[in-house]
């Protein structure tokens, strides 16, 4: 089966630091650019970080650039998150997504990993 | 960064009837890059219509997406119970891709 499985969410204290999961099955991650995106409690759903196949090319939205960090293990079909100096804000669900082939827009979403960030 | 505006936040709706949500961008999108994903309560979501009308694989023929420049509908007739959901619009033209804020699809 096709599928993304996310791992790793948990309740952490503000300034700490967790490490999201993805687990690819079902296809060849090393053919896909792979995405973290995120939906607060209430909100919408909001890019974090992608990675190009290879790992070479990385970005970050704004809110996390300096303390998250995307990697990829494409031997284990594996993408990860670090997540570093966490805040309240980044309290939300993080879904792993695929990029589709070609010009495709994400086209595979995981079921998400909840973070809650809290004292 | 593109701002996507959908329209309405909530639409209250019977099974049977025609959805007609609205995704307004505040770019002009180019080469229709333009998505729709919807968002059953406790899944994830899923990709339902890419390039602004071609449905994803395994949709069903009542979605139907249209639209160019900075308008776009997404157009949902005939009303399953499964449908009930909320419904995202996404770009994907520029260097950072973004969605909209949703439009939930309730029953009346």
């Known amino acids: 089966e096709v599928q993304l499985v996310e791992s790793g969410g948990a309740l952490v204290q503000p300034g700490g630091s967790l490490r999201l999961s993805c687990a690819a099955s079902g296809f060849t991650l090393s053919s896909h650019w792979m995405n973290w995106v995120r939906q607060g409690p209430g909100e919408g759903l909001v890019w974090v970080s992608h990675?190009?196949?290879?790992?070479?090319?990385?970005s970050y939205a704004d809110s996390v650039k300096g303390r998250f960090t995307i990697s990829r293990d494409n031997a284990k079909n594996t993408v990860y998150l670090q997540m570093n100096s966490l805040r309240a804000e980044d309290t939300a669900v993080y879904h792993c997504v695929r990029d589709g082939m070609g010009t495709l827009p994400w086209d595979l979403w995981g079921q998400g990993t909840l973070v809650t960030v809290s004292s | 960064e593109v701002v996507l505006t959908q329209s309405p936040g909530t639409l209250s709706l019977s099974p049977g009837d025609r959805a007609t949500l609205s995704c307004r961008t505040s770019q002009t999108v180019t080469n229709n890059f333009l998505a729709w994903h919807q968002q059953r309560p406790g899944q994830a979501p899923r990709l339902l219509i890419y390039d602004a009308s071609t449905r994803a694989t395994g949709i069903p023929d009542r979605f139907s997406g249209s639209g160019s420049g900075t308008d776009f509908t997404l157009t949902i007739s005939n009303l399953e119970p499964e449908d009930f959901a909320v419904y995202y619009c996404q770009q994907y033209f520029s260097s950072t891709w973004t969605l909209g804020r949703g439009t939930k699809v309730e029953i009346k």
């Open positions: 990675i190009n196949p290879d790992g070479s090319s990385i």
